[in-house]
């Protein structure tokens, strides 16, 4: 016959294997969680693959073989000059600008027209007299297109092409806008060339040069080149930018948000504090290297003698401040009645001199109450007169 479990330790037992379940489930959510977070996270980011991408011409985006080159160094002919527009803050000596823009403006399909035309004319406004006016950089013409040519020969100004390697000895102060033309460039086409001048190119815009970096390269996520004065632009596709500073001169009739196919190439991070910036990456866009809202066009005005604010800024609404109430007019105080004049004190009258004490009367003895005795009838006897004294002999 076998023996039986007492009932109690199988109480005990079957206790204690509910608890030992219920502490593995409780420690297998934490996990499924992350497991759980980690596969949503793998669906919103997942790898780059440029194999997805609409390639050029129905977007701006190529690949290195496809790359459309023309002859670079050649002067343009000078143009039929036209009327150029107003300068509208033209700094004085000594106060320089640098424009990085991540936009894809060389892309003539985006119809970038209008932020080209802006820009020229900014840059343009903003610089010293020198005997040229604009000096481009590029080793072909971008996406095969001529668009900022096109618009600074619009402007009625004249230019000169040469290749990244002029970059090393050239003497910036003989033109008055220095164009960085890398849109449709890869790294390997510029970047050597360019590192090595960025330090003439901070002393050009030191001393009241003008720079416009148009940097929309190609490339893959890891790509990314420097900026002058700090910063770098890296490798960020996006479809549609939208305009923070509106009031910027080179977005003046531009709609906003910028889209296009693709509206930008870069975009920028750790650009100095004091940089404006005009337009950013939009948050809603599946870039490349995230959904950060990170700059991509801006300005940055550099020099000893620079305005302070020569791009104006938006000023916010004032909040309606409540009119005081008027203070009450205090009650005047009532003048106090003059003091009275205090009547002369009564000289007071003299003391009367005492009159002497009246000496009291001596109290009379009082007489003894012992009863005279009453005479019996004896004979009085009269007194015999004292002898005379005799005369000594």
Not at 74 to 91: G, H, K, L
Request: hydrophobic share 30%; aromatic share 8%; charged share 20%.
């Amino acid at each position: 016959m076998k023996k039986q479990i007492n009932p109690k330790i199988k109480a005990h037992l079957i206790r204690g294997a509910f608890y030992l379940l219920l502490l593995i489930a409780i420690c297998a959510i934490p996990f499924a969680l992350a497991q759980r977070n980690f596969n949503k996270r793998t669906a919103m980011r997942a790898p780059f693959d440029r194999s997805q991408l609409p390639k050029f011409p129905y977007s701006s985006v190529r690949e290195r073989r496809s790359a459309p080159a023309i002859p670079a160094g050649e002067e343009t002919p000078t143009p039929t000059p036209t009327a150029s527009p107003t300068p509208t803050a033209t700094p004085g000596p000594g106060c320089g600008l640098l424009v990085g823009d991540g936009l894809a403006v060389g892309f003539a399909p985006n119809n970038y027209t209008l932020i080209a035309s802006n820009i020229v004319n900014f840059t343009f406004s903003n610089s010293q007299t020198a005997p040229n006016d604009f000096a481009i950089f590029q080793t072909h013409d971008p996406f095969g297109f001529t668009v900022v040519e096109d618009a600074i020969t619009a402007a009625g100004h004249t230019f000169n092409v040469f290749t990244p390697g002029d970059l090393a000895g050239f003497d910036f102060t003989q033109y008055r806008v220095i164009v960085l033309n890398w849109d449709d460039h890869f790294l390997s086409d510029f970047l050597t060339d360019y590192t090595a001048a960025i330090p003439a190119l901070e002393a050009y815009v030191s001393a009241g040069g003008v720079v416009w970096v148009q940097g929309a390269i190609q490339g893959g996520k890891d790509n990314s080149y420097p900026l002058p004065f700090g910063g770098q632009s890296n490798f960020d596709l996006s479809t549609s930018d939208p305009i923070v500073d509106p009031s910027n001169p080179m977005v003046q009739g531009v709609p906003n948000p910028i889209t296009g196919n693709f509206a930008s190439h870069v975009s920028d991070e750790d650009l100095p504090g004091d940089a404006d910036i005009v337009v950013v990456k939009g948050e809603d866009t599946d870039g490349v290297n995230g959904e950060d809202q990170n700059p991509v066009l801006y300005d940055l005005f550099r020099g000893t003698s620079c305005v302070a604010t020569p791009t104006p800024t938006p000023s916010p609404t004032p909040t309606e401040t409540e009119t005081p109430k008027p203070t009450e007019t205090p009650k005047p105080t009532e003048t106090p009645k003059p003091t009275e004049t205090p009547k002369p004190t009564e000289t007071p009258k003299p003391t009367e001199t005492p009159k002497p004490t009246e000496t009291p009367k001596p109290t009379e003895t009082p007489k003894p109450t012992t009863p005279t005795p009453t005479s019996t009838g004896t004979p009085r006897s009269r007194p015999r007169p004292a002898p005379r004294p005799r005369p000594s002999p």
